[in-house]
């Protein structure tokens, strides 16, 4: 089963410092579940991308949130907009995820999970 955030869902993202910054992801806490690229057995994929419209299409390989350490965001990781964000005038974007639950089996759990993704900003030399 896959859910993706869809218009109205976006999380609103703006570099309010005074340096350009690249946008970092990972995944700190995922229950019992292990992360990957595709969802599998007690397996799960999270994805994003950052930018402004809602995404058609997540690419596994570029849009999937490692766990830790932090993954960059470039032209390709995540999208277009998480990287070389401005800060006069400040640059916003859209963060939007998509969730692929892992596949029925016999060591899958079921239930309530909480996932924890991280994001962080790291300045941009020039």
């Not at 916003?92 to 900003?121: E, F």
Request: charge should be negative.
């Amino acid at each position: 089963s896959v859910k993706s955030m869809t218009t109205g869902d976006e999380i609103f993202v703006a570099n309010m410092s005074d340096m350009y910054i690249q946008l970092g992801l990972a995944i700190t806490d995922s229950a019992d579940w292990q992360t990957g690229i595709y969802p599998d057995e007690n397996k799960f994929s999270l994805r994003a991308r950052f930018q402004q419209i809602e995404p058609v299409l997540y690419d596994p390989l570029f849009d999937a949130i490692p766990p830790m350490p932090h993954d960059w965001a470039t032209s390709d990781r995540f999208g277009p907009g998480g990287f070389d964000m401005n800060f006069n005038p400040p640059d916003t974007t859209n963060m939007w995820l998509q969730l692929c639950v892992p596949i029925p089996g016999d060591s899958t759990s079921y239930g309530d999970k909480t996932l924890i993704i991280n994001i962080m900003a790291q300045p941009e030399m020039r």
